[in-house]
């Protein structure tokens, strides 16, 4: 059967310098990596055996109804404000309205230069392709919301980055993937119709039940702290949080040089490009409200009385640091088998964070194993650990099902970033075997089932990565 996807491109739909229409550059010899059937099942999308699938995903044949456009956006990119970036080596193909009314955007990732690439050639290595894929699949196993990979291609080219690398596209599905950055683009020109277009059609996506910027800005603030919040309880160091990979959507978008932690530490950063530790993994909790200050001040153009807005912006982004500080209480009471938290939940929180930083715990092992009872051989300072417990344990005399509360808030596995690295390793010289096992054993995180243990291991010694580079 041949690939269908039922289009609906509101976005390519829109007037105004919103975006660029171009289609997408052939590749020499496109094959086929992986493709996401259950996915394209559950965006209403057929044609799983289409000997072609490769042709159209990356970029070779337009499936029909696509409308392929570059959008324009700007960004604060490690604090500094880029006035134009945009859709630089990307191509949105169109939406698709989902058999359950959700809406999504389809888009090639690698896909060739577009009027936003500034001197990048357009296009993706295979790493960050498939770093992307598993680790974007992996954040929806774990119930996080995130965009997610229909497709992987090799495109047969070379790509010349610090070295010759296999290019490849990836597909990506996101809610939309609007940025603050876009608002801030047109915010920067003083092109207040199209602000208000972008705002008028987020709105409609988004937060339909918002009337007014402030509404819109309230929504996205709540999005984004359940976020940050359901990152740091299962160790993610996204590593570029900049405005421009920041959505209104609330998913995860751009996995560049992210990762989750093996032994806690909140200082922990991956990133080789991030050197002051701006991103680092306690950090996301402040960078997301400075984010949205940012969004706060590029919808301050679309009030009429703008010295007025200023202070109700100002008031609500002030809100921020208590939501998260509840959100994130909430997550990690809950890792400890506490349903409901009380403030002073947040202490006990702390005691384990604190031991297993001084004793250099696994994040992830330390949590699973308190889930089956007790995390003493996690940790190195036994006695602390004992005192600890017998805390914890009488906290949870108040809890009805502790159990069942730490079973679903502890994963058993994350994609380890070792894992992840040779796993690209082995795709770069053509196997593509772990590639495939690796994206198996991530689909069930929450359990135990023995496929997947061997994922449980933190890195050797050897093993560890100390720093991943955007590479891109
Ligand atoms: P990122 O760091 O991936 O979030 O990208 C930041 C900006 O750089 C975006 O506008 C991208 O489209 C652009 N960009 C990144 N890599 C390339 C590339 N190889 N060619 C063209 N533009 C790129
Ligand atoms: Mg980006």
Redesign the pocket.
Known sequence: MTLSIPFDNSYARLEGPLFARLNPVPVEAPSLIAFNAPLAERLGISGEDDPDLAAYFSGNRLPAGATPIAQVYAGHQFGGFSPQ??????HLLGEVVAPDGRRFDIQLKGSG?TP???R?????WLGPVLREYIVSEAMHALGIPTTRALAAVRTGEEIIRERPLPGAILTRVASSHIRVGHFQYFAAQGDTDSLRTLFEHSRARHAPEADTPLDLLRATMKKQVDLVARWLSVGFIHG?M?T??CTLSGETI?Y?PCAFMDDYDPRRVYSSIDRFGRYAYAAQADIIVWNMAQLASALIPLETDEEAAVDAFQSEIETMPDMLRSAWLKRFAAKLGIAEPRPEDAALVGGILDLMHKGGSDFTNTFAALTDGSARDEVADRDAYADWHTRLQSRLEAETDPRSTMVAANPRVIPRNHQIEAMIQAATAGDDAPFHRLHAALADPYSSDGDNDWLKHPPAQHEVVTATF?G?
Do not use: E, H, Q
């Open positions: 970036l945009g859709d630089g080596r990307a230069p936003f690439s500034r990048g050639d357009g296009r993706a570029v900049n421009d990979n751009d560049g955007c891109t």
